[in-house]
């Protein structure tokens, strides 16, 4: 596994405003008592609703969870009704933004143009986009591979320079009961790993996968290919907050080098 391991949750619109500021309340002392958190061993975002964003800063405040919006306007400030700008998430301590989340794509016809527009919005405001590709079809994993990485290539198209965290989604796994098959997850991720490497505008980016992922999983695609996989993007196998300490347990296992010791990654 990688030097650290990210470990993302997205609340998508799960919870209401009163559970949400219970779950924030819950974990975020067990996380910011985690060593691995501490010292960044494991990298921990979570991305609740826009409303609950407050919230969750106030409960992460102090401690290195960065917490995230779920959508991020492609325009500037304007005359752009109902749109939430990369410069207000900015202001109220948003690091990290998903863009073209499958929910996003197909029900509200999000294209590749569009999440290449809002990843540009994000970078140029500072904020790491993750960006949520993923084939819509079984497929194979060496045609998923190919398909993942000409999906990554346009939605990167004209982005500035800067690390994006790449969220590798199956389609078919969202909401499924298991994870797509670990060999599968391993080879995508492996593919779309090199293509982040070959490109110097993208050094520092991380590739996750998302898709029923929960406890157990990290370590068993870990027994398939060490670090082929920077970390997991987790949906409802987070709400569950011992399921989501149990994940952070098993990336800190993983994780071999502290970025905060000597000779650790930057
Ligand atoms: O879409 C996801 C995370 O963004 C995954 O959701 P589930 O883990 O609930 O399948």
Known sequence: MSASVTVGVSLKTYFGHARARAWFAEIAPRLRAHPAVADGRVRVFVIPTYLQIADAVAAFAGSPVRVGAQDVSAYPAGAFTGEVT???LAE????VVEIGH???RRLFDETDHVTAAKATAAVEH???PVLC???AEHLGASAAALANVEQLAVNLEGVPTGPVIVAYEPVWAIGAAEPAPDAHIVAVCRALRAALDADPARAGSTVIYGGAAGPGLLARLDGVESGAVDGLFLGRFAHDPDALLSVVDEAAA???VSPL??????
């Open 126 to 128: 500072g904020l790491t």
């Open 261 to 266: 010791t000597p000779g650790g990654a930057p």
């Open 102 to 104: 499958a929910e996003r």
């Open 86 to 88: 990369a410069s207000e």
């Open 92 to 95: 109220v301590s948003v690091t």
């Open 133 to 135: 590709i993923g084939e």
């Open 254 to 256: 993983l994780a071999t």
